[in-house]
């Protein structure tokens, strides 16, 4: 069993009930960073997960599952220790990842050729099945219901929507450009209404249909302000929906900031500057508070979603991308 390494002797004390914790995998390295939400402070980091990328976690929050590129892995850890459980082996290179609402499945994008998203069960931690997507999978998801996986291709351009029980796909959408990371809204009866998708080269998102299977807009976010360093190949990269389901926010590596928008009227309510080259995001459960991974300047900023304002910046390991949030028992 590899080793794991504690960055702080508050481990040592128990766990207040329903601890809320941010995962933060950094990419350019072999840590991922646990911040407390009620500190804004790193107080744990598991360590000799090479190059991770993708993190999900089991429904009950007693396990975080951490997709390893280097290493073409999948790995299970102790939320409340930061303990390496163990692996499973995965068919090629993985992107991110997602699980099954019941828990018993994790959802894992295998970006190299041909593409697939592969199925790992999680009580064995065995690969139960590969299920073919055209194109290398960057993202996969599972709809709010829990009915579907959802796969994004960059390379392939194209979305492809898979029953998560029989695993087989059910509709495709192919696009211009790659595919990059999704927000899903969810109808009153909870089934999924419209995703938004953020797509390679442009600064901003297409929304989808997901009953029509079909683009219905294309928003362009606001060329002011600017200040940051665009990235050329997404522009745009992190998008989420608020717990509430009022806003949704995007990322903007043009400005450095995340743009909010309102729902489900799509209206730009304003921005937030951000660190730079701001890459993924995740709230808080309560919808407080916002983090932001900025994947240029090492760092995660804290928004305050109610003022809109920055209030804290973490220092964190190298190149953040996926974050995520789960709440300890």
């Given at each position: 069993m590899?080793?794991y390494c504690?960055?702080?002797?508050?481990?040592?004390?128990?766990?207040?009930?329903n601890?809320?914790?941010i995962?933060?995998?950094?990419?350019a390295?072999?840590a991922v960073d646990i911040i407390?939400?009620?500190?804004n402070?790193v107080?744990?980091?598991v360590?000799?997960?090479?190059v991770p990328?993708?993190?999900a976690f089991?429904?009950?929050?007693?396990r975080?599952?951490?997709?390893?590129e280097?290493?073409?892995?999948?790995?299970a850890t102790?939320?409340?220790?930061?303990?390496?459980l163990?692996k499973?082996s995965?068919s090629?290179h993985?992107n991110?990842?997602?699980i099954?609402k019941?828990?018993r499945?994790v959802?894992?994008?295998?970006?190299?050729?041909?593409?697939a998203?592969?199925?790992v069960?999680?009580?064995?931690?065995?690969?139960i099945?590969s299920v073919a997507?055209?194109?290398?999978v960057h993202?996969t998801?599972?709809?709010?219901?829990g009915?579907?996986?959802?796969?994004g291709s960059v390379?392939g351009?194209?979305?492809t929507?898979?029953?998560?029980?029989?695993?087989?796909?059910?509709w495709?959408l192919p696009?211009?450009?790659g595919?990059?990371?999704?927000?899903f809204e969810a109808?009153n009866?909870?089934?999924?209404?419209r995703?938004?998708?953020q797509?390679?080269g442009?600064?901003?998102?297409a929304?989808?249909?997901?009953?029509?299977?079909?683009v219905v807009?294309?928003i362009k976010?606001?060329d002011?302000p600017?200040?940051?360093?665009?990235?050329?190949?997404a522009?745009?990269?992190g998008?989420?929906?608020s717990p509430?389901?009022k806003?949704?926010w995007?990322?903007?590596?043009i400005?450095?900031?995340?743009?909010v928008?309102s729902?489900p009227?799509l209206k730009?309510?304003?921005?937030?500057?951000a660190?730079?080259?701001?890459?993924w995001?995740t709230f808080?459960?309560?919808?407080t508070?916002?983090y932001v991974?900025n994947?240029g300047s090492?760092s995660v900023?804290v928004i305050?979603t109610?003022t809109?304002?920055?209030?804290a910046?973490i220092?964190?390991?190298?190149v953040?991308?996926?974050?995520?949030t789960?709440?300890?028992?």
């Open positions: 590899k080793s504690v960055l702080s002797c508050l481990l040592a004390l128990p766990l207040a009930a601890t809320v914790r995962y933060q995998t950094n990419s390295g072999d407390d939400a009620a500190t402070t107080v744990l980091q360590k000799d997960i090479e990328h993708g993190v089991s429904p009950d929050g007693s975080a599952y951490i997709s390893c280097a290493e073409n892995t999948l790995w102790d939320t409340k220790t930061g303990k390496l163990g499973a995965l090629g993985p991110n990842i997602a099954s019941d828990g499945r959802f894992v994008g295998i970006v190299a050729a041909p593409g998203v592969e199925v069960d999680t009580a064995s931690l065995k690969s099945k997507v055209r194109g290398g993202n998801y599972v709809t709010p219901d009915k579907f996986v959802v796969a390379v351009r194209i979305l929507v898979i029953d998560a029980q029989s695993l087989q796909p059910v495709e696009f211009d450009s595919v990059r990371p999704m927000a109808g009866d909870g089934s999924t209404s995703i938004f998708v797509l390679s442009l600064h901003g998102f929304v989808v249909n997901f009953k029509t299977h079909e807009a294309r976010m606001p002011e600017t200040g940051g360093t665009a990235q050329a190949g522009p745009s990269h998008i989420g929906i509430d389901g806003t949704l995007v990322n903007s590596s400005a450095n900031a995340v743009f928008y729902l009227d730009v309510l304003g921005y937030v500057r660190g730079e080259v701001p890459d995001l808080t459960p309560d919808g508070k916002l991974a994947s090492n900023s305050d109610a809109r304002k920055q209030v910046v220092p964190v390991g190298e953040p991308k996926r974050n995520g789960v709440v300890i028992p």
